[in-house]
Nanobody, 124 residues
Framework: QVQLVESGGGLVQAGDSLRLSCAAS????????MGWFRQAPGKERDVVAT????????KYADSVKGRFTISRDNVKNTVNLEMNNLKVEDTAVYYC?????????????????WGQGTQVTVSS
């Protein structure tokens, strides 16, 4: 069993930056591919960024490329999402997710564990 706890959400203005963190426990963190997803009201949950077990492979949604950076610390058992130049359309609940399998990316279908989510609201 893996427990994921997100933190760092809040209310910011367009153009601001925000850093989300996800603390993992319950399993060897370096064996998990990790990802960040988001879900806006009335919309599906979509992947934002994903990072491989070693951190050597990262993948981003087109909508956040160049603005968001995913990183992980396999000593502190955390995965972070640095969000810069935030836009109103980034407003959503952000979820941390993990997959136990051999895949280097996390998808909605292979995610084994989810955090409870943290709200990010970007005002104009």
């Amino acid at each position: 069993q893996v427990q994921l706890v997100e933190s760092g959400g809040g209310l910011v203005q367009a153009g601001d930056s925000l850093r989300l963190s996800c603390a993992a426990s319950g399993r060897t963190f370096s064996s998990l591919a990790m990802g960040w997803f988001r879900q806006a009201p009335g919309k599906e949950r979509d992947v934002v960024a994903t990072i491989s077990q070693s951190g050597g492979f990262k993948k981003y949604a087109d909508s956040v490329k160049g603005r968001f950076t995913i990183s992980r610390d396999n000593v502190k058992n955390t995965v972070n999402l640095e969000m810069n130049n935030l836009k109103v359309e980034d407003t959503a609940v952000y979820y941390c997710a993990a997959t136990v399998g051999s895949s280097v990316v996390v998808t909605k279908t292979n995610a084994d564990y989810w955090g409870q989510g943290t709200q990010v609201t970007v005002s104009s």
